[in-house]
Structure formats: structure tokens, C-alpha cells
């Protein structure tokens, strides 16, 4: 029997948490609820796979930005998108979710320089 990996813990910071809001509220409106379920489901993979894999294969290395970032585009394992997960590891197996941000957004001015959680 294989042996079953322990999945990292996701903590979302308030900027993130308001950044997937508003991404399922924007998709809804222009798009419809159904659509908006739909983009639900892809952002929730995307976190799912860094949860089980912080340096999942389609993540990038951000230390351009700032030390330690790291990047995954929701638009991955054939499904669509236009969105950029930032995060970095936090430790305790934690990945602490930065920002949420459009891929034509430039990231270097919206990712907070506090790296904590809550930070804006």
C-alpha cells in the first residue's frame, strides 16, 4: 500500500481572500453564476495542488519580486484562466497565499512587503 503524503495547510491573507471574492463576484457579473461556479472550481485546484505540492511543476520562483515568492497560474491541467497565485512557505508545512492577481497585473505592486498572513 502506498504510503499517503500529508498536504501543506493553505492560510489565505485578507488581501487574498478579498482578491478571490472579487474575482468570483467580477466573473459572475460579466459572465453569469454558472461561470462563476466554474472559475470557483479552477482557483480551488490550483489551491488544492499547492497544498498537496508547493513546488508543483507549473510554479515559479518569483525572487525577482521578492525573496522566497513563488507563483502558480490557475490556468493549468486544461482548464482556463487569467490568474497568478502568489505565495510563500511559511513553515510547519504552511503556504501562506499572498495574492490572487489577473496575469497582465503587475505583481511587484501589488504583493504586500509584509510576508505575514494578515498583511496588506
Do not use: K
Not at 47 to 62: C, I, T
Amino acid at each position: 500500500m502506498a504510503q499517503r503524503r500529508r498536504r501543506w495547510r493553505i492560510r489565505l491573507s485578507q488581501p487574498a481572500e478579498h482578491d478571490f471574492v472579487g474575482i468570483l463576484h467580477w466573473t459572475a457579473e460579466q459572465f453569469g453564476r454558472q461561470q462563476a461556479a466554474v472559475y470557483s472550481q479552477t482557483l480551488i485546484d490550483a489551491l488544492s495542488a499547492l497544498s498537496a505540492d508547493p513546488f508543483v511543476p507549473d510554479s515559479h520562483a518569483r525572487d525577482e519580486i521578492q525573496p522566497g515568492l513563488r507563483s502558480l497560474h490557475v490556468a493549468r491541467n486544461q482548464r482556463r484562466g487569467r490568474h497568478l497565485i502568489l505565495y510563500r512557505l511559511a513553515g510547519q508545512r504552511t503556504i501562506d497565499i499572498l495574492r490572487i492577481l489577473h496575469d497582465s497585473m503587475d505583481v511587484g505592486r501589488h504583493v504586500p512587503d509584509d510576508p505575514a498572513p494578515g498583511g496588506s
